[in-house]
């Protein structure tokens, strides 16, 4: 036998295999297939990226104060800049904008707070800011107590009230989505039934619908003499069908829940309620968060159909502001500047929704 | 002890202590507060109505509409009644449906295809169209290619012409139209009887292949029957099919097909949005097909086409099926954005137009919504019949 324990160095891979070359290779060139895939690709980018970044950043126009300002032959950023103000607070009375800032910065603390880990006692913040923080919401927003003016709603516009229109939304169907969802699982045959058509009608139905009955049936189902908001009829509207798609989150959560749970929860003589309160719905609603969050980026997206029965948000005092003959031709602007603001939101809840989705993919399952 | 008795076997627990007893109270709690709650509204309504002399009923759908629609896939004009609107906007929301539909589906799969290749730049482009698409709003989009792409195309005079005839301008796509000569009968008869011969050679392939293990392609074999059947009896036919080229007549074109920008913005905005969507429903699917699958198709020493057509893509078809009914539900529900733009969809022409000229609103409304739900539950029970079969069947 011959051995030979003298084993050589390991030598590097070869030239073509490592390095930039070698991941050129191995990632855009392996077969011709995909050397064509990337020519194509690569001449795709360059006749559309170039140009893009040119319009957006490097002939754009930034500073200044009316139209005049835009003499180059990219982006006209001035109509956003000068704009800014009604796109985010709408109609709402200079004097009184402090309020919807101290707004702002309060909630942007609570958000913060609930989801930084290491922040003490989450829960009594998250049950804060489902409770106390809307009332506060409500009075600095409308005023009329505590010595603030009142502001009446039909002033409220912009980014503003796209937030009031989804937090509210939220915040509101997620109680009666729990309620809903836990009827549509109940034993008592009536009550099941009720829940089942409720959410299968308001998932069956699109939202436009949904609002223009809020806008021309719901004053017909009131007597004559209240006056029923335009705002609170939109919002009565987008809870309800809020809610129904929440049911169904909650639905799969409650459905994952092993069946041993609620029979140990029997076994101890547990009530309905206390069952459901203390065992079931904390661990169904923890594996759903991510769910939830999900709903909460489609409402988010969804707010902006009320320009559709005359509400004033994000999108529609954009839209309306685009139209003005002062400013012909910043169409393109606007829309890129909403949709940056929406794609902000929402692209940041689906990534911190998946950040979730990974930190609670541990025990259950 | 004394109190022992009190639970024995044959002392009924208190009313309110029984469980079946306090649930049928509950229930029947229940039934009355809804009953007593409609009872509220519909007073209240029939009163609302009353004082405002709205009339009810369904008499408005016999009565003139008296205004025009600008497109309609049946005939329609001014003279037409109500009840003519609501089916010509139920029929252009079915043919912005399933155009979007159609497109969306293709779109998303080569997307959520594209999203898992092994090319960096593919894999990348289609990541960013996902993350980029499925996070602004589809009616932002709407707006986007209706007002900011399609409104700067040129004046009719000025047309774009793409090729062979198809004309491009600020009113819409104009295409030219076939219209049938003598003997195109003969064509559609040839086309329908390839079409029911290939049935039978698909079932007679199978059936071999299941007895003796023998191939045949029989889908191949059906498209160039079908293909050369009807295509030689058009030629036989003497080409019974003339082209009628758009013209301009003064200021717009006449003749041909047009598609109307509202359409072509809509159905833009619809397909690009939901394929977003169905994009990541394709890659989970494909995804969720286990390793192990690929490797052993591989070792059976199948191409990679094959591998993927006969053994991942109908694995992952199982996945896909529930969350992509759900996205067509979407994409039926949200075409009713279109009365933002102007396209006369059901929403636009009946649920807009007719409800402010009649002031009926509970009939109307009623009546759009129903229709949304009909549609929703026909496409599910369509869905979940072809998800039965494509499901695991497991013992």
Not at chain 1, 355 to 361: D, G, S, T
Request: hydrophobic fraction near 55%; proline fraction near 5%; charged fraction near 15%.
């Amino acid at each position: 036998m011959l051995h030979n324990d003298h084993k050589l160095p390991d030598l590097p891979a070869p030239i073509s295999n490592r390095g930039p070359v070698g991941w050129l290779r191995e990632n855009l060139f392996n077969n011709w297939f995909n050397s064509i895939l990337t020519v194509v690709a690569i001449y795709f980018i360059a006749t559309t990226i170039g140009p893009l970044l040119n319009w957006a950043f490097l002939s754009a126009d930034f500073t200044g104060d009316s139209k005049d300002a835009c003499t180059s032959e990219g982006a006209c950023w001035v109509f956003v800049t000068v704009r800014i103000n009604q796109f985010i607070y709408g109609f709402y009375p200079e004097a009184e904008i402090w309020r919807i800032n101290l707004l702002f910065a309060l909630f942007a603390l609570l958000i913060a707070a609930l989801v930084i880990e290491r922040t003490p006692r989450r829960g009594w913040i998250a049950l804060f800011t489902l409770t106390v923080f809307p009332v506060i919401a409500f009075f600095l927003l409308y005023g009329d107590a505590f010595g603030l003016e009142k502001v009446e709603t039909h002033k409220w516009g912009g980014l503003m009230l796209t937030l009031v229109l989804a937090v509210v939304g939220i915040v509101a169907a997620l109680p009666f989505g729990i309620l809903l969802a836990l009827g549509r699982r109940s034993h008592m045959p009536v009550a099941r039934s009720f829940c089942t058509v409720f959410i299968e009608v308001w998932r069956g139905v699109p939202l436009i619908s949904v609002l223009f009955m809020a806008s021309v049936m719901f004053p017909l189902f009131v007597p004559e003499e209240i006056s029923f908001d335009k705002l609170l009829r939109a919002l009565i509207g987008i809870v309800m069908f809020q809610s129904a798609y929440m049911a169904e989150v909650i639905r799969g959560g409650l459905q994952a829940i092993p069946k041993g749970q609620y029979e140990a929860g029997e076994a101890m003589g547990l009530s309905y309620w206390k069952l459901m309160g203390l065992i079931i719905l904390p661990q169904a609603l923890k594996i759903v968060i991510p769910g939830i969050v999900n709903t909460f980026i489609a409402l988010f997206k969804d707010t902006s159909l009320v320009l559709i029965i005359g509400l004033f948000d994000v999108l529609a005092t954009v839209q309306a502001a685009i139209t003005d003959p002062a400013w012909p031709r910043v169409s393109t602007e606007g829309y890129v500047f909403v949709a940056f603001v929406f794609w902000v939101f929402c692209f940041s809840m689906s990534r911190y929704s998946q950040a979730l989705e990974r930190k609670l993919n541990t025990g259950h399952r | 002890m004394p109190e022992e008795t009190k639970y024995s076997a044959n002392s009924k627990p208190k009313f309110w202590n029984d469980p079946e007893k306090r649930a049928l109270l509950f229930q029947v709690l229940m039934v009355g507060t809804v009953i007593l709650f409609i009872l509220y509204i519909v007073s209240n309504t029939l009163s609302n109505l009353e004082t405002r002399g709205i009339s009810t009923g369904f008499d408005f759908l016999s009565q003139t509409a008296g205004f025009d629609i600008l497109l309609t896939l049946i005939p329609y004009d001014a003279t037409y009644s109500f009840g003519r609107t609501f089916v010509v906007g139920l029929m252009n929301t079915m043919l912005v449906s399933f155009l979007g539909v159609v497109l969306a589906t293709l779109l998303g799969f080569i997307v959520g295809i594209a999203r898992l290749s092994h090319n960096w730049l593919i894999a990348k482009m289609a990541a960013i169209y996902v993350e980029v698409f499925r996070n602004i709003p589809l009616l932002l989009q709407i707006f986007f290619w209706y007002f900011a792409v399609l409104q700067v195309l040129p004046s009719p005079r000025q047309s774009i012409e793409l090729f062979g005839g198809v004309q491009l301008n600020v009113r819409g796509l104009y295409l030219p139209e076939p219209v049938a000569g003598n003997g195109f009968g003969w064509v559609v008869l040839a086309f329908v009887a390839a079409l029911i011969l290939s049935f039978f050679l698909v079932r007679w392939a199978k059936k071999r292949q299941d007895q003796t293990g023998q191939y045949f392609p029989a889908y191949w074999a059906s498209i160039g029957l079908v293909l050369g059947m009807s295509g030689l009896t058009f030629l036989l036919a003497g080409s019974p099919i003339t082209w009628v080229d758009p013209e301009l007549v003064g200021f717009n074109f006449k003749g041909g097909i047009t598609i109307i920008p509202e359409l072509s913005a809509l159905l833009l905005a619809l397909s690009i949005y939901t394929a977003a969507f169905i994009a990541e429903i394709v890659r989970s699917g494909i995804e969720a097909v286990d390793h192990g699958q690929t490797e052993a198709a591989s070792a059976l020493g199948l191409p990679r086409s094959r591998v993927l057509r006969l053994v991942v893509i109908p694995q992952a078809m199982r996945v896909v099926i529930p969350p992509l009914t759900s996205q067509y539900l979407n994409l039926i529900k949200n075409s009713s954005l279109a009365t933002a733009i102007g396209y006369p969809d059901l929403v636009s022409v009946f649920a807009g137009t007719t409800l402010n000229q009649t002031g009926q609103a509970i009939e109307v409304i009623a009546m759009t919504m129903g229709v949304y739900l009909l549609l929703s539950l026909l496409v599910s029970l369509f869905m979940n019949w072809y998800n039965k079969r494509v499901a695991l069947v497991e013992r």
